[in-house]
T-cell receptor, first 115, second 113 residues
Framework: NAGVTQTPKFQVLKTGQSMTLQCAQDMNHEYMSWYRQDPGMGLRLIHYSVGAGITDQGEVPNGYNVSRSTTEDFPLRLLSAAPSQTSVYFC??????????????FGQGTRLTVV | GENVEQHPSTLSVQEGDSAVIKCTYSDSASNYFPWYKQELGKGPQLIIDIRSNVGEKKDQRIAVTLNKTAKHFSLHITETQPEDSAVYFCAASMGFGNEKLTFGTGTRLTIIP
């Protein structure tokens, strides 16, 4: 199993450009999330999904859109990139067994620089 | 919403000594507390977790303790080795899934040979 796969690994954008960060998981997990990691701030939740067709906002959603048309894929769209969106982005997936949550698996990250 | 505080931000210990990292959380509804290890250029990887109905859990050299009354939990690494050098994050979540983890700000652990 590949686990959680993120593409691209590195990206440089100009201010105002748009792009999509891809995330795919092959574990049939129902829950998927996007986080950004900035120095000294840990990981902060951008958007999340509890299943195909269902998404919601996290702590820092402004400037980002998501969709979940399939269980496997959860792309993150930057509509008009800003320097404040320079960060490392991580996608994660997990599932529940009955009422028990289980380990969240993370991708390797996408390092985005907006100039 | 939930808030997780983590201390210290940096920690250096001699190889073979123990390391302790502490976290506090604010929402008593949180019921799952994982610890992640992140090596340079990689994504976080789970090393141990604990649920709210358990006070302590151990896995070889790693242990986690949870005090629900005080709302704090700690990571203990014994007999530290150079490969333990990394950034460690605590987190908290509630509900059935882990789609909304709240992370601490991380501890950079350096093992001195």
């Amino acid at each position: 199993n590949a686990g959680v796969t993120q593409t691209p690994k590195f990206q440089v954008l100009k201010t105002g450009q748009s792009m999509t960060l891809q995330c795919a998981q092959d574990m049939n997990h129902e829950y998927m999330s996007w986080y950004r990691q900035d120095p000294g701030m840990g990981l902060r939740l951008i958007h999340y999904s509890v299943g195909a067709g269902i998404t919601d906002q996290g702590e820092v959603p402004n400037g980002y859109n998501v969709s979940r048309s399939t269980t496997e894929d959860f792309p993150l769209r930057l509509l008009s990139a800003a320097p404040s969106q320079t960060s490392v982005y991580f996608c994660a997936s997990s599932y529940s067994i009955g009422a028990r949550n289980t380990e969240a698996f993370f991708g390797q990250g996408t390092r985005l620089t907006v100039v | 919403g939930e808030n997780v505080e983590q201390h210290p931000s940096t920690l250096s210990v001699q190889e073979g000594d123990s390391a302790v990292i502490k976290c506090t959380y604010s929402d008593s509804a949180s019921n799952y507390f994982p610890w992640y290890k992140q090596e340079l250029g990689k994504g976080p990887q789970l090393i141990i977790d604990i649920r709210s109905n358990v006070g302590e859990k151990k896995d070889q050299r790693i242990a986690v303790t949870l005090n629900k009354t005080a709302k704090h939990f700690s990571l203990h690494i014994t007999e530290t080795q150079p490969e333990d050098s990394a950034v460690y994050f605590c987190a908290a979540s509630m509900g059935f899934g882990n789609e909304k983890l709240t992370f601490g700000t991380g501890t950079r652990l350096t093992i001195i040979p």
